[in-house]
């Protein structure tokens, strides 16, 4: 089918879903040597997109794990190329597309699992792949999730790096390992993180200080499993700035409300954050274990 619409050697430009690692494993299978452009509908239009509308005309292009917003803009890319395909898994993007030319989902597979098949039909497909697109569906075990806590650490940006993971011989099993020493960090911190109670709002809640972001909803489930309170405040110092994560797991408890009234923030019900210049007097002054902010 979306060979039959467009034939995978034709390919001379993929836009892929981005940051995402489902999205750039999607680009990294593509064995050609094709323009990669990332894209992210949370910020981006197509019509807006300094690297899709510079393209020189009558290209061969794959939307991967991504679409544009509206029907009119794929019809737009598509009076300037040969052809535009969709090749995608969002269940939004679908809605809007199922009916036109050319574009084609799947809900049960991800993006790199289509890209896969797209490309490379019935070569035997990475493992990487299959968790990495488990992960995207929400399909959590044990090996993926060790998996995603390396791939995340690695912080991984481009297609480039993503291509040269994909395809090492030991990816897995040190991925595995990176995972578990993750896992290791995390148990640390909630072994080792002085923590501390405040009261806010009328609710009870817990706070501690953490050196960065990396872990905070880690910390935040470990906390408000543990302890009787209402929401978890966890706090870092960054760029001149400190930082608030607010977490809870009570439905009756808003903390995006509770981020907007005292820490100059916003959010999400059950996750929200917010920036402030020095620490609230409600985050009770340096009780022991509390660390002075890093000199700069
Ligand atoms: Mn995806």
Redesign the pocket.
Known sequence: MAREYLDSAEVSVIIH?AP?L??LSAAAVCPHNVTYIGFNPNVHKVATHPDINNLPGEQSIVFF?CAPHTVDELLQLRTKHKRVMIVD??IGSQRIFENVEGCFFRMDK??CVLAWEYFRDTDEMPEILVHIGDR?LGKFNETNRLIGYALMDMNIRTVASMRSLVFLDSVMASLVTGGQMIVERIERLKRDTPVFFGELSGHRFVYAQLDSYQFVSELAEYLYTKYDVAFTVLYYYENGKWKFSLRTNKDEVDVSLIAKEHFNGNGHKRAAGGALDAIPDFISPCTSGQQAPPVE
């Open positions: 879903h995402c489902d999205g794990d898994h969002h991800a993006g995207d």
